[in-house]
């Protein structure tokens, strides 16, 4: 039961260095999300894909862009990463009906020095 | 205003005890509402949906009171593996988007 998967698990960046956050399901759900958590902020939307070949800004979005590679995957890509840009991500799916809950990855953790 | 505010805690509760907590919401269009446990370093995981009428998982028990715009969550007799935070989230009638409060978090000791 793999879930959702993300890769890698750490990561430590330079400034203005550039990266891919990978994401996959194995649930054939339709809609995936990208969050970031912050300590005493809790997790805010950075894009969503609501189904394939759709994407959507979320409340953070800026400093990042998303591919909806297919209905498994969802990438996050950080052009020039900044050091605002440390923080855990993670990656959910879901049927994207507001009735139904999400499933999420085991996180990334990124470090932007 | 946060859209979804929760009491940040912690709240040390003994073994066995009872713990309950709130969580407000602001947008009273607001449709579907859910609380997730996230353990330390993990991802959230859902614990429970909650429902008009309240629900009951077990030791769980949630309420929803739609006039005042709140969720709250009981847990019984608790457990140490209850430790860790209770995220309550919350979805609009338009879209997919959840909607996450800071957390709150319980540490339960023996």
């Known amino acids: 039961n793999a879930g959702v998967t993300q890769t890698p698990k750490f990561q430590v960046l330079k400034t203005g260095q550039s990266m891919t956050l990978q994401c996959a399901q194995d649930?054939?759900?339709?809609?995936m999300y990208w969050y970031r958590q912050d300590p005493g902020m809790g997790l805010r939307l950075i894009y969503y894909?609501?189904?394939?070949?759709t994407t959507d800004k979320g409340e953070v979005p800026n400093g990042y862009n998303v591919s909806r590679l297919n209905k498994r995957e969802f990438s996050l890509r950080l052009e020039s990463a900044a050091p605002s840009q440390t923080s855990v991500y993670f990656c959910?799916?879901?049927w994207g009906l507001g009735n139904q809950p999400q499933h999420f990855g085991d996180g990334t953790r990124l470090s932007i020095l | 205003r946060k859209e979804v505010e929760q009491d940040p805690g912690p709240f040390n509760v003994p073994e066995g005890a009872t713990v309950a907590f709130n969580c407000t919401y602001s947008?009273?269009?607001?449709?579907?509402f859910f609380w997730y446990r996230q353990d330390c370093r993990k991802e959230p995981k859902l614990l429970m949906s909650?429902?008009?009428s309240g629900n009951e998982d077990g030791r769980f028990t949630a309420q929803l009171n739609r006039a005042s715009q709140y969720i709250s969550l009981l847990i019984r007799d608790s457990k140490l593996s209850d430790s860790a935070t209770y995220l309550c989230?919350?979805?609009?009638?338009?879209?997919?988007?959840?909607?996450f409060g800071g957390g709150t978090r319980v540490l339960v000791k023996p």
């Open positions: 909650v429902y008009s």
């Open positions: 649930m054939n759900h339709n809609s």
């Open positions: 894909s609501a189904s394939e070949g």
């Open positions: 959910a799916s879901g």
């Open positions: 989230v919350v979805t609009q009638a338009a879209g997919n988007k959840l909607t």
């Open positions: 947008n009273s269009a607001s449709q579907s």
